[in-house]
């Protein structure tokens, strides 16, 4: 069962950037094929905001496309979203996920570890 802890969560000013991290610490010598960042507001559905494959490119939702990039670093088994210009409506839980199916998507039903999620608030 794999483990992810995310950090980097803040307050900022809209404009602003903000860098979260997620570790997954795994029971096996190989990274997760998929990892992803999604967010929620209070009384809204989890919303997939990047995902990143082992070995290929990284899909990201349109709202956040040239704001945001998606990396993974090492081994593998840590992942980071730049958030760059950021905006009031960037305001959520980011949530860490990893998943090992074939595909990488920005569907939730792909991933089957989540982090515990780091609060990211954006002030206009």
């Known amino acids: 069962q794999v483990q992810l802890v995310e950090s980097g969560g803040a307050s900022v000013q809209a404009g602003g950037s903000l860098r979260l991290s997620c570790a997954a610490s795994a029971y096996t010598s190989l990274s997760p094929l998929c990892m992803a960042w999604f967010r929620q507001v209070p009384g809204k559905g989890r919303e997939g905001v990047a995902a990143i494959p082992r070995y290929t490119s990284p899909t990201y939702a349109e709202s956040v496309k040239g704001r945001f990039t998606i990396s993974r670093e090492g081994d593998g088994n840590r992942m980071s979203l730049q958030m760059n210009s950021l905006k009031p409506e960037d305001t959520a839980m980011y949530f860490c996920?990893?998943?090992?199916?074939?595909?990488?998507?920005?569907?939730?039903?792909?991933?089957?570890?989540w982090g515990q999620g780091t609060q990211v608030t954006v002030s206009s």
């Open positions: 996920a990893s998943g090992d199916r074939a595909i990488c998507t920005l569907q939730m039903d792909y991933y089957n570890a």
